[in-house]
């Protein structure tokens, strides 16, 4: 669900950005641009909508007790969240997408600037659920449920501006790379207008922003971190033994039988910075979470797994600049071997979504809101044969959405936007 929401997400802003350029000059160019990227838009949320039904349903069937016990706080957020949804979207969505040659270009910029606000909102709601679970507080726990105390507190939560933050830019960067992978495909079967060329230019400029933000947000993360959840950072770190001067491991074989990490290689007693501290300022080691220690291989990997996509991503956007500022933004002019790189890493935002969020999630564990409520407590008792079942149910159920995506989006970058005759008043 939450690829195609990052997809839908950037694209509206971008789809946005567009339309609001068409309304200078040359609008024909970023027309053009807009009418090919608003039909990969109409995919995503569609599909982002369709995997949205199974995690509801997960919600009622594998963790029945965790809205009995966060009801106060998730109920509003899911209902606020939903609601945003239906209105903006259902509201506006069918005005931007088949309505653009009845509206005025400034009332259709209107209706894409609403749309995009509907993704957000609704965004936002989710983001708001899932940091409060991390950083559990503007709440009380009276008698196992969880009573809102101050809402203002729930809502700006501390982990929430920096959730937000690496979701949207993760968002921009996917959609960022995307366009330049699908700029840099076409590029190899034919020659590219100047609509690509900006579509190209756009793209290369988002994620040159949004790696410089991302740097800052993972660092505001790795701070609240350290504060709020210290075995995902410890865990992060590979931080065994609390009060040692921790080595900042970059690389590593994490064993949790004998408490160590083997082959590691960084760089040493540099790590303090993003650990966990208790009461008397000491470190905190695994050693202090005996028995409630998240899977530390997963999230050791997860974490270095995004890092490692990051900075594929920095060389990939650095050589860009440098290539593509020297000859006016024209793909076509570029090797093959780099056009192929630029094609290969279209996907790579959802690659640091995925693993960015196996961290989040894999790290809080065995927490299902941290510090009070764990997963034991909120899971259904089921069969192994019925959670298999259900299990393989979800993954052929989103095997066909990715399937269906990539051969829609296939279609979409090898015959780009048919024009049509318009007879009668009518395309």
């Known amino acids: 669900m939450l690829l195609f929401l990052a997809l839908e997400l950037g694209l509206a802003w971008v789809l946005l950005y567009f339309k609001l350029r068409a309304l200078g000059r040359n609008p024909g160019v970023w027309t053009a641009a807009y009418r090919f990227w608003v039909r990969v838009f109409a995919l995503a949320f569609v599909l982002s909508f369709a995997a949205s039904l199974p995690v509801l349903i997960q919600l009622g069937s594998l963790w029945p007790g965790l809205i009995s ?25 069918g005005a931007m997408l088949f309505g653009q040659r009845r509206l005025s270009p400034t009332a259709h910029t209107v209706v894409v600037a609403l749309v995009a606000l509907g993704v957000a909102f609704s965004t936002f709601f989710l983001l708001i659920l899932l940091s409060w679970m991390h950083t559990p507080v503007g709440a009380n726990l009276v008698n196992s449920q969880y009573v809102i105390s101050d809402g203002w507190q729930v809502v700006f939560n501390p982990a929430l501006p920096w959730y937000a933050a690496l979701f949207v830019l993760v968002s921009f960067l996917s959609v960022g790379f995307l366009m330049m992978g699908v700029v840099a495909v076409q590029a190899q079967r034919h020659p590219v207008d100047i609509s690509d060329r900006l579509v190209l230019k756009t793209g290369l400029y988002l994620v040159a922003v949004a790696l410089v933000l991302q740097v800052v947000a993972v660092i505001g993360t790795g701070h609240v971190t350290a504060e709020h959840l210290p075995a995902r950072a410890a865990a992060t770190a ?133 510090g009070t409520i764990t997963l034991s407590e909120v899971l259904v008792d089921s069969s192994f044969e019925a959670l298999l079942t259900t299990y393989l149910g979800y993954l052929a159920v989103y095997g066909v959405l990715m399937l269906g995506f990539f051969q829609l989006l296939g279609h979409i970058v090898r015959y780009g936007v048919v024009p049509i005759a318009r007879r009668r008043g009518r395309a």
């Open 69 to 93: 016990k966060i009801g106060d706080i998730a109920g509003p957020l899911l209902v606020w969240a939903m609601l945003s949804a239906f209105v903006f979207k259902s509201c506006f969505l």
């Open 238 to 370: 590979m931080y065994w033994d609390s009060g040692s001067v921790p080595d900042l491991i970059l690389l590593g074989l994490p064993d949790a039988e004998q408490e160590l990490t083997r082959m590691a290689w960084g760089w040493p007693n540099a790590g303090s910075v993003w650990l966990g501290q208790d009461d008397q300022g000491q470190l905190r080691g695994l050693d202090q979470f005996a028995g409630m220690l998240p899977p530390v291989a997963l999230t050791f990997w997860s974490f270095r797994i995004a890092v490692l996509t990051g900075i594929a991503m920095i060389l990939t956007t650095l050589l860009g600049l440098w290539k593509l500022r020297r000859v006016d933004y024209d793909p076509g002019v570029l090797t093959t071997s780099f056009q192929r790189l630029l094609g290969w890493m279209s996907f790579s935002g959802g690659l640091m979504l995925l693993s960015g969020l196996a961290w989040l999630l894999f790290g809080a564990l065995p927490y299902a809101v941290t």
